[in-house]
């Protein structure tokens, strides 16, 4: 009999739950299930003895398409060593893996189904804890929205950041510097062969984006939260240093099997406080907004935007790296990462929270350093690298539910901005039309995307839209830009993002046509179309709703998925399925 056969359920409310009971396949014998079980496993090499250790599942994501995850076979090689040490078993076992890179159209659309497929994956095999190693954008969103979900003890790891390389002596990474870089080849400033020299230098190593994109980001959340083991955020994909985070990570995982510690016992409403706390000091990706409203809705916890501008208002930018800023992951793991900085926000964060190591955070930064002199990528908030607010939660008639701006990473000047509308109706169209020399689009336009939201297209990354080429030759940088979708974590500009509701489920967006005034006003938290109630009335009655995708993931996925504002999971993945 294996060690963990126990029955027992999970209390929650903080309490340690009870190792659970491993699943069984169904062929209305159990005694007989157990036999064939034993027979199967004996073939593939798993004696009485391995079968008697506690089962720790490992969720392998490697693809050819997700060259973030390159260094995989050598992280699950590690946690499956760390496993083994602690005398457990590890079962290494397959999921979606979402890479932003060669998804089409956006990775977004596939998150909730890799969430689902992980969730079912881990309840449905016999394993006592699951070790969940992600990285790119989607991964580590939808493993900790399976975690919150389940009912198997679960602890996360990362593949880690790229380091950076150079061009012409002049430090280049993902993806920041692509699309500064690709600015400067729109612009005209570099020709087709420095154009490929810099493809060759942005991302030379095995990991992911090392900014503060969307992987860094939700690293940075996943420890924060508690649902890593501490430090690992930032070692680098290629490092001894993230080898032997994954071989701890193995070891604690047999722990975890052992006490029965499940997600939902750690993510609590502080530990969202915590992260949120965190988000705001990094300057972190305004896509974590939604992964974290889909989270904390598995997690049952109540989460609304307003709690992330009321956390901005309060928290200073402390981390010096791009896009807020100027360094890189290897610069913040140097500086020693998530544990310092929080060691530097320790006055604004609930201690008492305990994560997967199982100890308050007050006792575990008891043994950590403040922010060392030597350094400048980690500030502190009696020195900080920038203002509270560097992401605003805006509303008005353009987003009666709510809208995102990053103001860390957008021109002071546009902050509070009027202009004429130039509406697109999809991400296609604004590729068709926006380098038209004879659009009449000025510097003073406000650019609308639109039928880009969840319902829409699945929430792509299009929401920085491109400065049109004609302005960008006169040195025209930024914009205001408004649209119902995404931007990427690397991305700046003056980019209001996650209009909710969207257009295609009749959102004012869809209402808006070229000329119309859009105000923004970032200070007042408003975003603004100025147009009579009336006029608008008069045109919503002539929109005509879009037809939704025919069969399949797409169709399930436009017919459930809800809006920005509540994270764009599916309407039927909350704690009791509402
Ligand atoms: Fe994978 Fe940036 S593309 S992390
Ligand atoms: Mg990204």
């Known amino acids: 009999q294996p060690a963990t056969e126990t029955a027992g359920s999970r209390p929650g409310g903080g309490e340690p ?31 009485r003895e391995d079968l008697a250790r506690p089962v720790v599942g490992v969720v392998d994501t490697s693809s050819d398409f997700n060259p973030c995850h390159r260094q995989m076979p050598q992280i699950v090689d590690s946690v499956k060593q760390g496993v083994l040490e602690a005398g457990g078993l590890p079962m290494v076992f397959p999921t979606i893996s979402l890479g932003e890179i060669l998804l089409s159209p956006t990775s977004m659309l596939f998150r909730n189904l890799m969430a689902m497929e992980t969730e079912e994956m881990v309840a449905a095999q016999p394993m ?43 430090r280049l990474g993902a993806c920041t510097d692509c699309r500064r870089m690709w600015a400067k080849h729109r612009a005209g400033e570099l020709d087709e062969q420095e154009t490929e020299e810099v493809q060759g230098a942005l991302a030379t190593t095995p990991g992911t984006c090392m900014v503060m994109g969307t992987a860094s980001t939700m690293a940075a959340m996943a420890e924060t939260l508690g649902m890593m083991l501490p430090g ?18 193995g070891r604690r995982a047999v722990e975890l099997a052992r006490t029965g510690t499940v997600a939902r016992d750690i993510l609590t409403r502080e530990a969202f406080e915590n992260a949120l706390t965190v988000l705001a000091a990094i300057g972190g990706s305004t896509n974590a907004v939604v992964h974290l409203l889909a989270i904390a809705r598995r997690a049952g916890v109540d989460l609304t935007l307003d709690d992330f501008d009321e956390v901005a208002r309060r928290i200073p930018l402390l ?63 009696a020195d900080p690298l920038g203002d509270a607010g560097a992401l605003a939660v805006l509303r008005g008639s353009l987003a009666p539910d709510g809208a995102v701006l990053k103001v860390s ?90 209009c909710a509701p ?39 009655a002539e929109l005509r709703p879009p037809q939704p995708p025919a069969r399949g993931w797409r169709r399930l996925y436009a017919e459930t998925v809800q809006q920005a504002h509540l994270g764009a999971d599916l309407d039927f993945m909350g704690p009791a399925g509402e």
């Not at 602890?155 to 950076?164: A, L, S």
């Not at 610069?331 to 310092?340: L, Q």
């Not at 004012?508 to 009336?534: F, H, M, N």
């Open 409 to 498: 990473a957008a021109s002071p000047e546009l902050l509070e901005h009027t202009g004429p509308a130039a509406v697109f109706d999809s991400p296609a169209d604004a590729v068709a039309r926006l380098d038209d020399p004879d659009s009449g689009i000025t510097a003073e336009h406000v650019l609308v995307l639109r039928n880009a939201g969840p319902v829409g297209a699945g929430m792509p990354e299009a929401g920085s839209l491109p400065i049109p080429k004609h302005l960008a030759a006169q040195g025209v940088t930024d914009m205001v830009r408004v649209s119902d979708a995404r931007m990427s974590g690397t991305s700046y500009g003056t980019v209001v993002l996650h």
């Open 319 to 381: 981390l010096d790296l791009k896009p807020s800023g100027r360094g890189y992951m290897e610069d913040f793991h140097r500086a020693g990462g998530v544990p310092v900085l929080l060691t530097a926000l320790r006055d604004h964060l609930h201690l008492d929270t305990v994560g997967v190591l199982g100890v308050p955070l007050r006792e575990l930064l008891a043994g950590v350093e403040p922010p060392a002199t030597w350094q400048d990528t980690i500030r502190t908030p």
């Open 128 to 170: 006592d804890a699951v070790v969940l190693i992600g990285g790119c954008d989607k991964t580590v969103p939808a493993q900790l929205m399976a975690a919150a979900s389940g009912d198997v003890p679960a602890i996360v790891e990362v593949t880690g950041p790229m380091i950076t390389s150079t061009w012409r002596g002049e």
């Open 17 to 47: 739950s009870a190792p659970r009971r491993r699943a069984v396949t169904s062929y209305g014998d159990e005694g007989f299930s157990g036999f064939l079980r034993g027979a199967f496993l004996a073939g593939s090499g798993r004696d």
């Open 502 to 540: 969207e257009a295609a489920v009749g959102g004012p967006l869809a209402l808006v046509r070229d000329g119309d005034l859009i105000r923004l006003d970032a200070p007042q938290r408003r975003i603004e179309l100025l147009v009579p109630e009336q006029e608008l009335e008069a045109r919503r």
């Open 232 to 249: 690992g955020a930032t070692p680098p994909s290629a490092t001894g240093e993230r080898l032997r985070h994954a071989t701890a990570t």
